[in-house]
Structure formats: structure tokens, C-alpha cells
């Protein structure tokens, strides 16, 4: 179920969750979550060489992870169970490179009792610019 934790609380509660995680959810453990509730989640990073494509870029790939995981972590501040994933679409709007710092903020649109729908922005740091827009749907009726 959700976590009904806010801020600072909500932040420690997940980066609890990542710090004690040993499946796929490690790769997380460089991202910063900086607060949430309510069906919301923020979180930043600075892209290293572990996020980088062949290019030198920030790896579409890594980027659909954390569109993934930071939806999720906002729906679970809401009383909702984390649900499994049913679609989940990012569009990629601009590039960031090694060094780079990354603003990703999640926000639930709309949580009922079989779907959760939830849009995530990530932006740099520097400028506010977009560089990937994400959507995820999530099914939530586990009764």
C-alpha cells in the first residue's frame, strides 16, 4: 500500500527502499529522491559514466528506468498499492551528457480502483529545459 509519508519523510522512506534493495532497483542508487506525498515524487542526479550510451549521452534506456521508478514511488505516496506496470511511454526531447545535473519530478494524474495513470518530467538543472517526458499506467487492483 502507500507509504502516506510527506517531504523529507516520504524521501528517506525511499532512498530506504533503494539503499536495501538488491534487485534491478540498485541501479537507483545514485539518484537523490528530495521529497514527495500526495501522489507526488522529486528526485535529481548528476548523469555519470554509468548512464551514459555508446554516444556519450544519457542512455534512453536508463532514462525509461527512471520514468519507471519515480512514477511508482509517487503513486505509493498516495494510499494505492504500487501496482504493476500495464504501459509506460517516454519521449526523449533533448540530450544530457556526463556531468549534467537532472531534475525528475512525478506526479499521479489519476489513481482508481483498477488503473493509475502518472506523468513524469525530467529537466536539467542549469536551465529547466525538458529533456524526457514519461507516462506510466499502472494496474492497482490487487483485492
Known sequence: MGTRKKGLEFAKHI?????KSTGFERHLEKVKITGGGDGVCTAEFKVAPEHLN???GLHGGYTATLVDMV???ALMSKPC??????????SYLKGAREG?????EAKTVRAGKK??????????KKDNSVIAKGHQTKFVDFQ
Do not use: K, N, Q, W
Open 100 to 104: 549534467d545535473e537532472v531534475l525528475i
Open 15 to 19: 532512498t530506504e527502499i533503494i539503499a
Open 71 to 73: 512514477t511508482t514511488y
Open 54 to 56: 555508446m554516444g556519450g
Open 115 to 124: 488503473l493509475a495513470f502518472i506523468d513524469c518530467v525530467l529537466r536539467h
Open 81 to 90: 498499492h504500487p501496482g504493476v506496470s500495464v504501459d509506460l511511454s517516454v
